[in-house]
């Protein structure tokens, strides 16, 4: 009896699994790739990035808490302890196997980012958004203090950055292939080919995002303020020929 109940609670539930499955897509998913995209006006400037910034901060408190909750963490959370479950049920393999073909491969390497982003959000999480609540200023997330964390020696902020970026578009990349699989949307070997080829292309695109975003922190820019010059002159008060003359 206790053998049974063993195996019912350790058993994948089909429509928990099917959840499991969508919830990668939407709304993580489709947050994951608005979230690189926003990030990446860094390139644009650190006005650019703040702005995005300043445009959540400006919405009603309870508003932006409930969204974030509601949109981001829970089916984060739900996709992500789901995923460990499925991750600490998985059969390896891929090692070990005599079958080391590519596809299972990349199977293996989508199980291991799971685990990877499961660490890193919850670093990436507790020093952004929750250290914003706890400080009560959105300065810990503004263009300056990113700046500072991912040019400071030796660098391990820009390296943890570079690789959760990279584990973000693979995990999603492939899942998107999965997914499309899972769902019967791609039956044919043709049209399972052609997603393939389309989830790599994802993936590369997205990881550059992800990777432009980090460069335009990196690269010396109006970096200290995040302010435009001409809000510097209407902020300080200046006239133009000051500022030309320092
Ligand atoms: C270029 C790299 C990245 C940068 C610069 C960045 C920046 C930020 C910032 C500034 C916040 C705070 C937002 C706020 O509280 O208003 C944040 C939160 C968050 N980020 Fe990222 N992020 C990056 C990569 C990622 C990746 C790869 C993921 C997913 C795997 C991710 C998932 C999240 C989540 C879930 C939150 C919490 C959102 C919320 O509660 O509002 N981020 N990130
Ligand atoms: C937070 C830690 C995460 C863990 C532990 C995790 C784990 C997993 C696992 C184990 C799978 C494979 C499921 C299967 O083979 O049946 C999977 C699929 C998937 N994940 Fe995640 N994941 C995480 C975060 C994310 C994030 C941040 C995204 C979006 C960028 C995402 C998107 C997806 C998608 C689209 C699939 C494919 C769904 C399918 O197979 O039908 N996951 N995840």
Redesign the pocket.
């Known amino acids: 009896m206790g053998y049974d109940m063993a195996i019912a609670v350790g058993k994948e539930n089909f429509v928990l699994?099917k959840l499991?499955?969508l919830t990668?897509?939407v709304p993580?998913?489709y947050y994951?790739v608005q979230h690189l995209v926003l990030n990446s006006f860094t390139i644009a400037g650190p006005e650019k990035f703040n702005a995005v910034i300043g445009f959540f901060e400006s919405m009603p408190k309870h508003f932006l808490l409930v969204m974030e909750i509601c949109a981001i963490w829970i089916p984060?959370l739900f996709?992500?302890i789901y995923?460990?479950f499925?991750?600490s049920r998985a059969k390896p393999n891929y090692f070990g196997s005599v079958y080391g073909w590519s596809q299972n491969l990349m199977y293996t390497l989508?199980?291991w980012s799971?685990?990877f982003?499961?660490l890193f959000?919850i670093v990436h999480v507790v020093t952004t958004t929750v250290y914003k609540y706890a400080t009560g200023s959105a300065k810990v997330i503004e263009y300056a203090a990113w700046h500072e964390k991912l040019t400071t020696a030796p660098y391990l902020w820009l390296l943890f950055y570079i690789f959760g970026v990279a584990a973000?578009s693979y995990?999603?990349g492939y899942?998107?292939w999965?997914?499309c699989i899972?769902w019967g949307i791609t039956v044919s070997d043709r049209a399972q080919n052609q997603v393939q080829k389309f989830a790599f292309a994802f993936f590369v695109v997205i990881t550059l995002v992800g990777w432009a975003a980090l460069a335009g922190f990196i690269i010396p820019q109006n970096q200290n303020s995040g302010a435009g010059s001409a809000q510097v002159i209407r902020e300080l008060k200046l006239t133009p020929h000051v500022v030309r003359a320092s």
Do not use: D, P, T, W
Request: aromatic share 6%; no cysteine; net charge positive.
């Open positions: 699994h499991h499955s990668g897509i993580v998913g994951v984060i996709h992500a995923g460990l499925i991750v989508q199980r799971g685990v982003l499961f959000l973000a995990h999603l899942g998107i999965n997914f899972r």
